[in-house]
């Protein structure tokens, strides 16, 4: 919120649905001559709105109020703001709500709207509202910066970033918006030529994509702007001239094809490079841009600049998470009769990894090893203490023909001295084929969620044996075993409890819901009953990530 406001360019602050300021940029503690130690938790009616006589004004003839509570978009003028050296300060401001991401708010931009003598305006002197200008007026210009600000902070995605940009500016501004990128590779991308079709906004996609690239050489207006050299107006005569280069005569088609009689054409640069350009257009029907035009334009294209360059960062970061992620969580091995699958999804808003983990793989004795487990965390430390878990878990379960309770008291004590793990759960199985079709689950849990069995017909109950504490406590306690027979046709679940678990749903709730729903499925495809369990279990507010592995045994028609 903070960034946000010291972003928009003007005198602003934040209040929440009671009216208290929140936040407050260092513009605005300027002009109010007020800290922010001073305004911040105040009722910003009654600390600063005051008639021009330097009365209080109740709040029911507050302007502000009716949009305040309408949540609505609201400006004004000819108002009066009380500064802290008793003086009156003219002001024009606007409202709109304002999204913290935890609560409603509402934003105030407000500007000096026309100058004192001395910065001093004394009670029951002669208020004279300052005319408005040509165009946009700057309280307008104001409200257009913050609201670009609002809008195009409050995404990651740059595709959507680019959509509410062109919301934003046309036809506001200019009839047509063009967007050029440059990407990774350093190529160009025309990725968006709108034009304002009456309500609606049309997409010429005819005219976008891949352009030629850009040359040190050229000196027309895309050129310099892609280059990030300056901003320039531009015109149909612009381009007529004998071409630079490849991207002159594809400048040249635009103005053609759209019909553009001005343009203003200026780099979106952000604060480590220079990311494209925007160029805004207007027909014959409307005025034509101006030098004046260009620092408003420029501040506009220095926030979209910096929001796509985030949206890069983010996308960036997560598609390296996601090649990660899948580099962490194993293929599952063919086990000569037994279905396996497994699924994982990341805490919302996480980073595409976490703490949670399944495995399963051969033992050197031919049983099959499976294992669920939970890393405190989901991020990128979580991950990385997660595939050290499961690493030295494979090597002492292939080294050592040990009972499932011997294996992870071994993998306890490594955790304990060799990891920066803090605790994670987790469950460790060996499952062994008995002639002539049988299947045992031999298993020790460590603090996790008990294993879920699922009879053919539907009969579903927990596997509460086996239970200790979870790992990384330092305490040295024997770990029991359990063992059960697994029915043909069964299904056994292991699973994390993001599956279950969130903060307005407790344990017992979520393994209810999960029984009940686990034993609905049990006679679907196993890959169909792990995807739908996971959509009608999973709480709407996890706010954590879930692994799941489930393994299906054959039916006993299906041995022979």
Not at 31 to 41: M, Q, T, V
Request: with cysteine; proline share 7%.
């Amino acid at each position: 919120m903070t960034a946000a406001l010291a972003a928009i360019g003007a005198a602003a602050y934040v209040v929440d649905d009671k009216g208290c300021i929140i936040a407050v940029n260092i513009r605005a503690q300027r002009l109010l001559a007020r800290s922010a130690e001073e305004l911040l938790g105040r009722d910003a009616h009654d600390l600063l709105h005051r008639d021009a006589h330097g009365h209080t004004i109740p709040a029911s003839r507050c302007t502000m109020r009716p949009a305040f509570h309408a949540r609505c978009t609201a400006q004004a003028a000819g108002e009066w703001f009380l500064r802290g050296d008793d003086s009156l300060l003219p002001v024009s401001w606007l409202l709109t709500p304002f999204g913290t991401g935890t609560q409603e708010a509402t934003l105030v931009v407000f500007h000096r709207e026309r100058p004192l003598a001395g910065d001093v305006h004394r009670p029951d002197s002669d208020p004279r509202p300052q005319p408005a200008a040509e165009g946009l007026t700057e309280l307008e210009r104001l409200a257009l910066l913050a609201e670009t600000t609002t809008t195009l902070t409050s995404t990651l995605d740059a595709q959507e970033t680019q959509r509410r940009l062109v919301t934003l500016l046309v036809p506001r501004l200019a009839d047509w918006a063009v967007i050029d990128l440059i990407t990774e590779g350093a190529e160009v991308w025309r990725t968006a030529v709108v034009h304002a079709a009456g309500s609606a906004l049309a997409h010429h996609e005819e005219l976008e994509g891949p352009m030629p690239p850009v040359t040190e050489a050229s000196a027309m207006p895309l050129s310099k702007a892609l280059r990030g050299v300056a901003s320039t107006l531009a015109g149909p005569t612009t381009y007529q001239g004998p071409p630079d280069s490849g991207i002159a005569v594809e400048q040249r088609r635009l103005f053609e094809t759209t019909g553009i009689r001005s343009a203003a054409i200026v780099p979106l640069r952000s604060t480590r490079d220079v990311v494209g350009a925007l160029t805004l257009g207007r027909g014959a029907e409307r005025a034509a841009f101006t030098s004046g035009d260009l620092p408003l334009i420029e501040d506009i294209a220095r926030r979209a600049a910096l929001a796509l360059d985030n949206a890069r960062l983010y996308q960036r970061q997560r598609k390296v998470a996601q090649t990660m992620q899948s580099h962490l969580l194993p293929r599952l091995p063919s086990l000569g009769g037994l279905e396996m699958t497994a699924r994982y999804l990341p805490a919302p808003g996480a980073s595409q990894v976490g703490g949670d983990w399944y495995d399963a793989f051969r033992l050197s004795d031919g049983a099959t090893a499976l294992t669920i487990g939970d890393v405190v965390g989901h991020d990128l430390e979580a991950a990385a203490g997660m595939a050290q878990v499961r690493n030295m878990l494979r090597a002492y379960a292939w080294a050592h023909q040990d009972p499932p309770s011997r294996i992870v008291e071994r993998l306890d004590e490594a955790v304990t001295h060799v990891t920066n793990v803090p605790m994670a759960t987790m469950i460790f199985a060996r499952v062994e084929r008995e002639e002539p079709a049988d299947w045992r689950l031999r298993w020790t849990n460590a603090g996790h969620p008990p294993p879920l069995l699922i009879t053919r017909g539907g009969a579903a109950h927990y596997l509460n044996d086996g239970h200790g504490i979870l790992l990384g406590t330092g305490t040295r306690t024997p770990r029991p075993d359990a063992t059960v027979l697994l029915p043909p046709g069964s299904t056994l679940v292991l699973y994390t409890d993001g599956l279950i678990e969130t903060h307005r749903h407790g344990l017992d709730e979520g393994l209810r819901r999960l029984g009940r729903h686990a034993a609905a499925l049990a006679q679907r495809p196993l890959t169909v009953f792990a995807d739908q369990l996971l959509r009608r279990v999973r709480p709407s507010d996890n706010d954590d990530d879930v692994a799941l592995l489930a393994l299906r045994t054959p039916a006993a028609d299906d041995i022979g």
